[in-house]
C-alpha cells in the first residue's frame, strides 16, 4: 500500500516539474531557471506542508529520488519541448491540474498518517496542492492561481473531503485516492474548458 502512495507522490513531483518546466519556457529562463521553477513548484507545497506538521526533515531532504526526479523530467522538457510557445495553451494548465490531483491526496494521507483531524488533512491536502503554484507564478510575477477567480483551490478542497470521507466509509486507501483525484481533476478541468469560477468579490466604494 505504502508503495503505491509512494509512486503517487513522485509521479505527482514529475507532473508538477513538467508545469514548472513550462512556465520557465514560456517566460523565456535559462536551463537554471527551468530547474528553479520546476522544483519550487514540487516540492514546494510539500515542503510548507512538512514544516507545518513537524515532518523534518522535510520529504525531499529525506529521499533524493524527488531531486532525481525534477532533474530528469527538466532534461526530459529541455530536449523534447524545444519551443514552449508553439505547444498547445492548455498544455500548462491540464498539467497543472494533474499535480493538483495527485498532491492533494498526498497531502491528505500524510496528515492523516501523522495522527491529524480531517479537517486538517483537508487543509495540508490544500496546502500541497497549491503551495507550490504559488511560489511558481509569484517568481513569475503573476497573480497567484488560487488567487485567480477560476475555480482552483475548491477542486483541492473538494478533493481532499472526498478522500478523507471515503476512507470513514471504510473504502481501502487506494480507492479513496482514485476517488479524491479524480473528483479534484474533474472539477479543475471542468473550470479550465468551460471557465467556471466562484463569484468575485467586488468592494465598490463611493466616489465624494
Known sequence: MSQWIYIFDLCGTAVFALSGALAAGKHRMDPFGVIVLASVTAIGGGSI?????????????RDPNYIIVILATVVACLILVRKPHKLPAISLPVADALGLALFTVIGAEKALLMGLSGMIAVVMGLITGVGGGIIRDLLCRQVPMVLRTEIYATASIVGGICYTLSLVVGMDTITSMFIAMISTLIIRLSAIRWHLSLPAFDLKTKRI
Not at 506542508?49 to 531532504?61: H, K, M, N, Q, S
Open 49 to 61: 506542508r512538512d514544516a507545518l506538521i513537524g515532518a523534518t526533515p522535510v520529504f525531499w531532504i
